[in-house]
Each structure stands twice: as structure tokens, then as C-alpha cells.
């Protein structure tokens, strides 16, 4: 049987399809390509027309949201410890807080990114930090849910984790860490201690370091 194929670059959203692969033990062909793809991949905007990372390909199947990618790796091979079921404690949350993870929090930190670093030159730099203050105030949610859990939903690491804690890793790489309260910092530290974490990085890294230079 044919891997599903995941297109992404390193350290994009697209780190938790990688992460979630890891963590289920599922085989993956991890594709890395250079950023921004829908300029320097050529070929990459006819297979995905949005030019986003990551896709994943499996048969005929076609993704393009890595939350939905990361539960769809950790479950279709069937049950698995990382997915909430329905009729099982918590159902509701973990559906609500995956979804919470792009939707709500990593939304504002993509606009921050574009206005703050990317397109500094457009002078919508404010823009850019009003969109960081958005998305700390937005942390509260996730906030208040971990305080007394170590984890978000049923009592154990899952997919909900992997999606919310990517936001929260994206936060330290580019400079939004200055509202992240102590307790989501601890909470982050507690996710990328995980082996699969740890894998997962590295071999999206390992993939990278094999692009050709274009300096």
C-alpha cells in the first residue's frame, strides 16, 4: 500500500500533520518544499491551486487543513488513543478546541506575521501588532482549560494538543511570546519534550537542509 504524501515546508502549520504521523505511527512520504511554495515549487500550484502548505495526498484523497490532516492521520488506520470518539468523555471539547487551534488562534498570528515581518515595507506594521494583542487575548480559552489538566481533552495527549500546541510553538519562532501567560509556555515545554515532537522536527529540518540553495 502507497504512503499518503505530505507537501509542506519546515516549521509550517503543516508541522502538525507531521507530528500527529509520529505520534500515530503512521508511515508518511514527507515531501518538503521551499517557501513561499506557490513561487518556488514549480508544479505545486497545479496540484494545489490555494499554493498552501501542507496538502496531503492519499489515493484520491486531497487535504489542505492541517488540523483536519493531523485527525485524519491519528485515526484512519481506527481507533486511537490520540482522537477523542464520539460518545466518549470530552467529544465535544476536543472537536471544538481542534478546530479552535487554526480557526481562532493561529488566524491572528499568520496576519501579525504578514504585516509585522513579511510586508514591513507596506507600512501596516500597527496592523500587524493589533492582530498580535487579538491573539493573546484569544489564549484565555486554552488558558482556563488547562488549569488543572495537563492536557486539553479525556484526560490524555491528543490531536486537539498537537493542533493547539503548534500555535504556541509558532509563538516562540516569531516573537509573540511576550503575552503567552507562564502557564501555556509550561504547557508547550511540557508537548515538545515528546519524542515524537522531537522526531518529527528533525525530519521535516533533514528535509530542508536537502532543498537546493537558492542564495
Not at 66 to 81: E, F, M, N, Q
Not at 161 to 188: M, Q, W
Request: hydrophobic share 40%.
Amino acid at each position: 500500500m502507497t504512503a499518503p504524501v505530505l507537501y509542506t515546508c519546515a516549521g509550517s502549520r503543516g508541522l502538525r500533520a507531521t507530528w500527529a504521523a509520529e505520534e500515530a505511527g503512521v508511515q508518511i512520504d514527507l515531501n518538503i518544499l521551499p517557501f513561499p511554495p506557490r513561487h518556488l515549487a514549480p508544479g505545486y500550484m497545479a496540484m494545489n491551486p490555494l499554493g498552501t502548505v501542507p496538502m496531503l495526498v492519499d489515493g484520491e484523497t486531497r487535504m489542505t487543513e492541517s488540523c483536519a490532516i493531523a485527525h485524519y492521520l491519528a485515526s484512519k488506520d481506527g481507533p486511537s488513543d490520540l482522537v477523542i470518539a464520539p460518545g466518549e468523555l470530552d467529544y465535544a471539547a476536543y472537536c471544538d478546541f481542534t478546530h479552535h487551534a487554526d480557526a481562532t488562534i493561529t488566524f491572528p498570528q499568520t496576519v501579525f506575521m504578514r504585516f509585522a515581518l513579511f510586508e514591513k515595507d507596506k507600512g501596516l506594521q500597527e496592523a500587524g501588532h493589533a492582530y498580535a494583542r487579538w491573539y493573546w487575548k484569544r489564549l484565555v480559552k486554552v488558558e482556563q482549560r488547562l488549569a488543572g489538566r495537563n492536557y486539553l481533552c479525556g484526560n490524555r495527549f491528543t490531536v486537539a494538543d498537537i493542533c493547539v500546541g503548534y500555535a504556541l510553538v509558532l509563538s516562540a519562532r516569531v516573537g509573540l511570546d511576550e503575552g503567552v501567560p507562564d502557564s501555556l509556555k509550561a504547557y508547550r515545554e511540557r508537548l515538545t519534550a515528546r519524542p515524537a515532537y522531537q522526531r518529527a522536527v528533525a525530519r521535516e529540518e533533514e528535509g530542508r537542509k536537502a532543498l537546493p540553495n537558492r542564495s
